[in-house]
């Protein structure tokens, strides 16, 4: 017992002082942690978050960056604040910590074509902007994420149509009569920029909600490996992702007024019957058409606009599935239009499915993307057709004829009433749009510097649309083939797109001689192919085998009377060769080499292959040892310098240079019963149109990149310009032909700058801001030179060598001595006594800015966000046309119908521009130059909401918020003649979005 005894209490003691010592152990693993935060600069931190990680156990630091807490050795101290890097660090009892600026610009990754790189290795013109970075508001098409961010690049909206498009140009154009439109790349699908009828724009079916990045690519150096159609730049966008993260659905949901504000400037009905009254007098017969209905007054621009309601409703579901990383969304936009009986509907859905085998050797990304565009298209010249409709008149007919609508009648030359313009159309149309990939990477076994990349792609739109006129409406009425019927058309139209693309990249880090090689070489494959059945006919008739100008229905045609069954299918194919060097020493001195060969079958075999070779050279100065006494507060200096060639062959001829017939449709113009066929121009020596680009640039940043921005300047000389030359004399061809003919110069300097102004733990503000300085200038428009040779564009303009293209060409107006305008004086320059075209003259007011800028800034206080988003153009002119040919109170005698007056007509005092000339007269030009602040944003981000801790944000935001302008027309982002587009609304958006 006494031996038992013993054991027990020798066991006890030893758990005693194994406890004992434990309890000592863990009494001195416990420590007191002191430290201090400072970021890169030596500046203390305030009110970092230190915290003990896995725990709850933190606090924060003071004013002078100091921080004291219990923790553990062995604890992990994870030390965080807004607009720094996160560190983790062990415990230890004194700690001093340097946190560094989270801005990772100069290693971030940009996709380039085929492949990507780190901003940091980029020699050439490349700006890449992320979702976060991109406009936020009511936008429903994806080029309004990119206007006023990205110097060089300008993007205009022409209008107020719903879902409408937009043009953009990258450093201007380089053509005349070839696109100017830049090339897109939609997840590795270079896109045709023929969007399918019915559908805006090629970007017109691609949800916003969807997007990752865009990439433009702006200069040869950076352009070449597109070879074929990147003279003009090259935008690429690059859609979400599924992630190795846990599931995660986001639901985004607008609701947004659309105000039509805007009006043109014309005469109430008082002011009208007292101008018109005043000239005319009480006995003439324009005053009793002015009192036909004496107590009448319409406002008609009121009559045909109404404010547009539009939803936008998107939902997204990302993650993994077991192996298997994917996203899925659904989105649906709804827009009711400013214009009456306009109206957008849009369905879209992706999936994303980025899976890897065989140890992350092979990465497999499948996209696919699908679109339903339903249009109802209203006739935006209801909107010229109401401003200059006479006021004085009432909206309905009293008699109910002609639909209902009030109508002049007796005249052919009288406007239609604008309501019926609107009404009296049954013009509407679906496009069905599908567009993805599959793209395989593997790196090989064994050789993991080698990756070989095969990517397809298709892209397939089909559209169908209707466009007649309603049975007894004016306009069918004086349809002499269908009276009281009408006619219209209608269009079944396809295009395809499809895409094969195959390469090698090999990536070695050399470090015996400090050096970073990376090779990529490839083929591609691209066929397009349009077919389009359009049909003319006419409504559907109330019986069969009745005569119809003097032609009967037959057996097939039944019900309708068809005028034209046009069909045209065709396709062009673009095959390339291509290569690219980039290499890197010692982080120092990087070089770009790349050489495309494409064949085009718009050519002939003769011309059909062009090469297109570009160097770029880039000298990371801040990297050199003598630099590193800057670093302190110079983060980042780099000069670039660029050379390349690029193509161009998109012309509206795809067989050009093959000699081809045309079939007439007419079925009343036959020869013996069968149908005439004439010959079409052809060229057999088209080829490809060139563009040499050079450009010189400095990269910088400044207190660690928190300031940062770059200065280029660039210019670019095309030659063998794609032109429309009218044909030889004594050819049997009454067409113009497309050849290479002239050349011109496009040059400019862009400047921008991004900057962290100020950066707290509760408040930031960041600020971007960049500007654009271009010219063009037409250096040959003949194959010898001949700078008097010049060719008319449209009525008021003209090329000429030695002018920007598309310069205004008008008459010099007559002043008095106090300035104003002497009515139908205009001067004779060339002085024989008359005013005839010889005394016309092209002016050096330029139709598209010489300056455009944008200016971006986002406040952030704790949760809340505001920003804005300004644009400017400076140094453009826009010819007023609606000025021009409503100014005047003569155009209305002896033709039996009255038109209202541009109101600034009074403050000329004109009453008889009796000329076409007049109408000619560089008076109207207009300084069009704005500044537009294009929307402002306000919004509440939160988490953890609800027990189901959702996090998301709300916001309100309005777009078109203000123009200021001397321009007197409705809108100075217009088309250089002015013709009174549809205004742009202002619209007032409320948002929501859940992440769960």
Same mark, same amino acid.
């Given at each position: 017992?006494?031996?038992?005894?013993?054991?027990?209490?020798?066991?006890?003691?030893?758990?005693?002082?194994?406890?004992?010592?434990?309890?000592?152990?863990?009494?001195?693993?416990?420590?007191?942690?002191?430290?201090?935060?400072?970021?890169?600069?030596?500046?203390?931190?305030?009110?970092?978050?230190?915290?003990?990680?896995?725990?709850?156990?933190?606090?924060?630091?003071?004013?002078?960056?100091?921080?004291?807490?219990?923790?553990?050795?062995?604890?992990?101290?994870?030390?965080?604040?807004?607009?720094?890097?996160?560190?983790?660090?062990?415990?230890?009892?004194?700690?001093?910590?340097?946190?560094?600026?989270?801005?990772?610009?100069?290693?971030?990754?940009?996709?380039?074509?085929?492949?990507?790189?780190?901003?940091?290795?980029?020699?050439?013109?490349?700006?890449?902007?992320?979702?976060?970075?991109?406009?936020?508001?009511?936008?429903?098409?994806?080029?309004?994420?990119?206007?006023?961010?990205?110097?060089?690049?300008?993007?205009?909206?022409?209008?107020?149509?719903?879902?409408?498009?937009?043009?953009?140009?990258?450093?201007?154009?380089?053509?005349?009569?070839?696109?100017?439109?830049?090339?897109?790349?939609?997840?590795?699908?270079?896109?045709?920029?023929?969007?399918?009828?019915?559908?805006?724009?090629?970007?017109?079916?691609?949800?916003?909600?969807?997007?990752?990045?865009?990439?433009?690519?702006?200069?040869?150096?950076?352009?070449?490996?597109?070879?074929?159609?990147?003279?003009?730049?090259?935008?690429?966008?690059?859609?979400?992702?599924?992630?190795?993260?846990?599931?995660?659905?986001?639901?985004?949901?607008?609701?947004?007024?659309?105000?039509?504000?805007?009006?043109?400037?014309?005469?109430?009905?008082?002011?009208?019957?007292?101008?018109?009254?005043?000239?005319?007098?009480?006995?003439?017969?324009?005053?009793?058409?002015?009192?036909?209905?004496?107590?009448?007054?319409?406002?008609?621009?009121?009559?045909?606009?109404?404010?547009?309601?539009?939803?936008?409703?998107?939902?997204?579901?990302?993650?993994?599935?077991?192996?298997?990383?994917?996203?899925?969304?659904?989105? +649906?936009?709804?827009?009711?239009?400013?214009?009456?009986?306009?109206?957008?509907?849009?369905?879209?859905?992706?999936?994303?499915?980025?899976?890897?085998?065989?140890?992350?050797?092979?990465?497999?990304?499948?996209?696919?993307?699908?679109?339903?565009?339903?249009?109802?298209?209203?006739?935006?010249?209801?909107?010229?057709?109401?401003?200059?409709?006479?006021?004085?008149?009432?909206?309905?007919?009293?008699?109910?004829?002609?639909?209902?609508?009030?109508?002049?009648?007796?005249?052919?030359?009288?406007?239609?009433?604008?309501?019926?313009?609107?009404?009296?159309?049954?013009?509407?149309?679906?496009?069905?749009?599908?567009?993805?990939?599959?793209? !395989?990477?593997?790196?090989?076994?064994?050789?993991?510097?080698?990756?070989?990349?095969?990517?397809?792609?298709?892209?397939?739109?089909?559209?169908?649309?209707?466009?007649?006129?309603?049975?007894?409406?004016?306009?069918?009425?004086?349809?002499?083939?269908?009276?009281?019927?009408?006619?219209?058309?209608?269009?079944?139209?396809?295009?395809?797109?499809?895409?094969?693309?195959?390469?090698?990249?090999?990536?070695?880090?050399?470090?015996?001689?400090?050096?970073?090689?990376?090779?990529?070489?490839?083929?591609?494959?691209?066929?397009?192919?349009?077919?389009? !059945?359009?049909?003319?006919?006419?409504?559907?008739?109330?019986?069969?085998?009745?005569?119809?100008?003097?032609?009967?229905?037959?057996?097939?045609?039944?019900? +309708? +009377?068809?005028?034209?069954?046009?069909?045209?299918?065709?396709?062009?194919?673009?095959?390339?060769?291509?290569?690219?060097?980039?290499?890197?020493?010692?982080?120092?001195?990087?070089?770009?080499?790349?050489?495309?060969?494409?064949?085009?079958?718009?050519?002939?075999?003769?011309?059909?292959?062009?090469?297109?070779?570009?160097?770029?050279?880039?000298?990371?100065?801040?990297?050199?040892?003598?630099?590193?006494?800057?670093?302190?507060?110079?983060?980042?200096?780099?000069?670039?310098?660029?050379?390349?060639?690029?193509?161009?062959?998109?012309?509206?001829?795809?067989?050009?240079?093959?000699?081809?017939?045309?079939?007439?449709?007419?079925?009343?113009?036959?020869?013996?019963?069968?149908?005439?066929?004439?010959?079409?121009?052809?060229?057999?020596?088209?080829?490809?149109?060139?563009?040499?680009?050079?450009?010189?640039?400095?990269?910088?940043?400044?207190?660690?990149?928190?300031?940062?921005?770059?200065?280029?300047?660039?210019?670019?000389?095309?030659?063998?310009?794609?032109?429309?030359?009218?044909?030889?004399?004594?050819?049997?061809?009454?067409?113009?032909?497309?050849?290479?003919?002239?050349?011109?110069?496009?040059?400019?300097?862009?400047?921008?700058?991004?900057?962290?102004?100020?950066?707290?733990?509760?408040?930031?503000?960041?600020?971007?801001?960049?500007?654009?300085?271009?010219?063009?200038?037409?250096?040959?428009?003949?194959?010898?030179?001949?700078?008097?040779?010049?060719?008319?564009?449209?009525?008021?303009?003209?090329?000429?060598?030695?002018?920007?293209?598309?310069?205004?060409?008008?008459?010099?107006?007559?002043?008095?001595?106090?300035?104003?305008?002497?009515?139908?004086?205009?001067?004779?320059?060339?002085?024989?006594?008359?005013?005839?075209?010889?005394?016309?003259?092209?002016?050096?007011?330029?139709?598209?800015?010489?300056?455009?800028?944008?200016?971006?800034?986002?406040?952030?206080?704790?949760?809340?966000?505001?920003?804005?988003?300004?644009?400017?153009?400076?140094?453009?002119?826009?010819?007023?046309?609606?000025?021009?040919?409503?100014?005047?109170?003569?155009?209305?005698?002896?033709?039996?119908?009255?038109?209202?007056?541009?109101?600034?007509?009074?403050?000329?005092?004109?009453?008889?521009?009796?000329?076409?000339?007049?109408?000619?007269?560089?008076?109207?030009?207009?300084?069009?130059? +704005? !500044?537009?602040?294009?929307?402002?944003?306000?919004?509440?981000?939160?988490?953890?909401?609800?027990?189901?801790?959702?996090?998301?944000?709300?916001?309100?935001?309005?777009?078109?918020?203000?123009?200021?302008?001397?321009?007197?027309?409705?809108?100075?982002?217009?088309?250089?003649?002015?013709?009174?587009?549809?205004?742009?609304?202002?619209?007032?958006?409320?948002?929501?979005?859940?992440?769960?």
């Amino acid at each position: 017992m006494k031996t038992k005894a013993i054991k027990q209490s020798g066991r006890f003691f030893l758990l005693w002082l194994a406890g004992m010592l434990l309890t000592v152990q863990a009494f001195a693993q416990e420590i007191t942690v002191n430290g201090n935060v400072k970021d890169n600069l030596g500046e203390t931190v305030i009110g970092a978050s230190v915290v003990i990680k896995g725990t709850t156990n933190g606090t924060i630091t003071d004013f002078d960056g100091n921080f004291s807490l219990k923790a553990k050795k062995g604890d992990i101290i994870v030390i965080s604040f807004i607009g720094y890097k996160t560190q983790e660090l062990p415990a230890a009892a004194n700690m001093s910590v340097v946190l560094q600026d989270d801005s990772q610009l100069l290693d971030d990754v940009v996709v380039i074509g085929y492949g990507s790189v780190k901003k940091s290795d980029l020699s050439g013109s490349v700006v890449a902007i992320k979702a976060e970075e991109m406009n936020r508001g009511a936008v429903t098409s994806p080029q309004e994420l990119l206007m006023g961010k990205v110097p060089g690049l300008s993007i205009s909206q022409p209008d107020g149509q719903p879902g409408g498009g937009s043009t953009i140009r990258i450093r201007q154009g380089s053509s005349l009569n070839a696109s100017n439109d830049p090339l897109i790349v939609i997840d590795g699908i270079p896109v045709a920029n023929d969007a399918a009828p019915g559908t805006p724009s090629a970007l017109g079916t691609i949800n916003p909600n969807d997007i990752e990045t865009f990439t433009v690519l702006k200069d040869a150096s950076a352009t070449a490996i597109y070879g074929s159609r990147a003279s003009n730049g090259v935008i690429i966008i690059t859609t979400k992702k599924g992630t190795q993260d846990k599931l995660k659905v986001t639901y985004s949901s607008t609701y947004t007024l659309r105000n039509p504000y805007n009006r043109m400037n014309t005469m109430n009905a008082a002011t009208y019957r007292e101008v018109m009254t005043n000239f005319w007098g009480t006995e003439s017969s324009v005053y009793n058409l002015l009192n036909q209905y004496p107590d009448q007054a319409t406002d008609w621009q009121d009559e045909i606009f109404q404010n547009g309601l539009a939803t936008d409703q998107n939902i997204s579901v990302s993650g993994k599935a077991g192996f298997l990383p994917f996203r899925v969304s659904f989105g +649906y936009n709804k827009e009711r239009g400013t214009l009456k009986t306009s109206d957008y509907e849009r369905y879209t859905g992706s999936i994303s499915l980025s899976p890897k085998f065989f140890d992350e050797h092979l990465s497999v990304d499948i996209n696919v993307k699908g679109t339903i565009n339903n249009n109802t298209f209203a006739d935006s010249g209801a909107v010229g057709g109401a401003a200059y409709f006479d006021p004085t008149k009432p909206v309905n007919s009293t008699d109910g004829s002609y639909n209902g609508w009030w109508q002049w009648t007796g005249t052919t030359l009288a406007g239609h009433n604008p309501l019926s313009l609107l009404y009296d159309v049954n013009n509407a149309g679906t496009t069905k749009r599908s567009l993805g990939n599959i793209q !395989l990477d593997y790196k090989i076994h064994g050789l993991e510097d080698l990756r070989v990349n095969l990517n397809l792609g298709y892209d397939v739109a089909m559209t169908d649309g209707d466009n007649y006129d309603v049975p007894n409406s004016y306009r069918t009425s004086t349809n002499t083939n269908f009276p009281n019927y009408g006619g219209g058309a209608t269009w079944h139209n396809l295009r395809r797109n499809q895409l094969l693309d195959f390469y090698l990249n090999y990536q070695k880090q050399i470090d015996a001689i400090k050096s970073h090689v990376d090779v990529t070489a490839g083929y591609s494959y691209q066929h397009f192919y349009f077919a389009d !059945l359009n049909t003319n006919r006419s409504n559907v008739m109330p019986e069969r085998d009745t005569a119809v100008s003097g032609y009967e229905y037959n057996e097939e045609e039944q019900r +309708y +009377y068809s005028t034209t069954d046009y069909r045209k299918p065709y396709e062009y194919y673009l095959i390339s060769f291509f290569a690219r060097l980039n290499y890197n020493l010692m982080d120092r001195y990087l070089l770009t080499a790349t050489v495309r060969r494409d064949g085009s079958s718009r050519f002939s075999e003769d011309n059909r292959w062009g090469i297109f070779p570009s160097a770029a050279v880039a000298w990371s100065i801040i990297n050199e040892p003598f630099m590193e006494k800057t670093h302190n507060w110079l983060s980042n200096l780099k000069l670039r310098l660029g050379y390349g060639k690029t193509g161009q062959q998109e012309i509206s001829s795809y067989y050009g240079y093959l000699g081809t017939y045309t079939t007439n449709t007419d079925p009343h113009s036959t020869y013996f019963g069968h149908q005439l066929m004439k010959p079409d121009g052809y060229n057999p020596n088209l080829k490809w149109e060139t563009t040499t680009t050079y450009n010189v640039a400095i990269d910088y940043g400044f207190l660690n990149n928190r300031i940062n921005g770059s200065i280029e300047f660039y210019k670019k000389d095309t030659k063998d310009l794609l032109n429309t030359v009218a044909s030889a004399a004594g050819t049997n061809f009454n067409t113009e032909l497309t050849a290479n003919v002239g050349s011109m110069e496009n040059k400019g300097v862009e400047f921008n700058v991004n900057a962290m102004a100020i950066q707290t733990k509760d408040f930031s503000w960041e600020l971007n801001y960049n500007i654009t300085w271009n010219d063009s200038k037409i250096t040959q428009l003949t194959a010898t030179p001949n700078p008097d040779y010049g060719m008319a564009v449209g009525d008021r303009q003209r090329n000429q060598v030695g002018y920007i293209p598309n310069a205004f060409y008008v008459y010099q107006q007559v002043y008095d001595q106090n300035g104003n305008p002497i009515q139908n004086a205009l001067v004779d320059r060339n002085n024989d006594g008359s005013i005839t075209e010889d005394d016309r003259y092209i002016s050096d007011k330029s139709p598209v800015a010489k300056v455009y800028m944008g200016l971006s800034s986002q406040f952030i206080y704790k949760n809340w966000d505001l920003g804005f988003n300004l644009r400017a153009s400076l140094g453009n002119y826009v010819y007023n046309g609606t000025f021009a040919d409503n100014a005047t109170l003569m155009n209305y005698s002896d033709q039996g119908f009255l038109s209202n007056l541009y109101a600034d007509c009074l403050k000329t005092g004109w009453t008889a521009i009796s000329s076409n000339e007049q109408k000619r007269s560089d008076y109207f030009l207009e300084n069009a130059s +704005y !500044l537009k602040m294009d929307n402002i944003t306000l919004g509440y981000s939160f988490n953890n909401f609800t027990p189901a801790k959702l996090s998301g944000r709300i916001s309100a935001s309005v777009q078109n918020v203000f123009t200021i302008t001397k321009y007197s027309g409705l809108d100075p982002e217009c088309s250089a003649i002015d013709g009174s587009s549809w205004p742009r609304p202002r619209t007032f958006t409320l948002g929501l979005t859940l992440n769960f």
